[in-house]
């Protein structure tokens, strides 16, 4: 069974946290964790990109020159794809990107990502991470001493505003709630730090 320190609010560890076999302990599917990477990429994409066709941009459609005698091209309008400031050919359109996976995809890709992270002791439990106001420094001495080192990814329970307030100013350490975890964000950082609660509720719905 895949296991992760556990500490607490001041650093000290105070022992081991069994995770469970059924959402720590699969076998990672990588066809699985490429296609919910590749989705939710796609479905971050704001879709706003837009050319102007040879049709919709603002140029005389009189001829240039005459068809023939000059020693140059033929050439019918300025707004032509060939001419410097003329239309885009196959200009790309506002369009939305986004698309939505099967939900069995997207929670063995979730499971499939948090048993990469076990499988590299890249998850600490912290007993406890809540906070009575936002203090930068105390999150960022806990993650210190318990040795979250690079891109961080800390996943809090419920009545965790202050810890979230107190984590978004330190560069490199992104925040999110059990519920809203997903495989690109677990993946995209090197080490994840979880409240104990948060982990519990984690294991009660992926399990």
């Known amino acids: ?25 699969i076998e990672p599917n990588e066809a699985v964790l490429h296609a919910a990477v590749k989705n939710y990429l796609a479905n971050q994409r704001q879709g706003t990109q837009s050319a102007l ?15 023939k005698g000059t020693g140059r ?18 200009a790309p359109k506002p369009r939305d990107y986004s698309y939505r996976l099967n939900k069995k995809v997207k929670r063995l890709a979730l499971k499939s990502a948090l048993s990469a992270k076990a499988q590299e002791s890249g998850i600490i439990v912290i007993d406890g991470l809540k906070m009575d106001e936002p203090k930068t420094k105390t999150i ?8 979250a080192t690079g891109k961080t990814l ?17 560069p490199g350490v992104y925040t999110a709630a059990a519920t809203l975890i997903n495989p690109y ?21 992926f399990a």
């Not at 069974?1 to 302990?25: D, I």
């Not at 800390?154 to 330190?170: D, L, M, P």
């Open 53 to 67: 066709t040879k049709g919709e941009v603002s140029y005389s459609t009189k001829k240039p020159w005459r068809q």
């Open 73 to 90: 091209a033929r050439a019918g309008y300025k707004g032509s794809p060939v001419w410097t400031h003329g239309g885009v050919a196959f």
């Open 140 to 147: 960022k001495t806990l993650l210190d001493k318990v040795g």
């Open 1 to 25: 069974m895949p296991k992760a320190v556990m500490y607490n609010m001041a650093g000290e560890q105070v022992g081991e946290y069994e995770l469970s076999e059924a959402v720590f302990g």
């Open 154 to 170: 800390v996943v809090t329970g419920e009545g965790s505003e202050a810890v979230v307030k107190s984590a978004r100013n330190i």
């Open 185 to 205: 964000v677990v993946l995209n950082n090197s080490c994840i730090v979880v409240d104990k609660a948060a982990l519990e509720k984690i294991e009660e719905v």
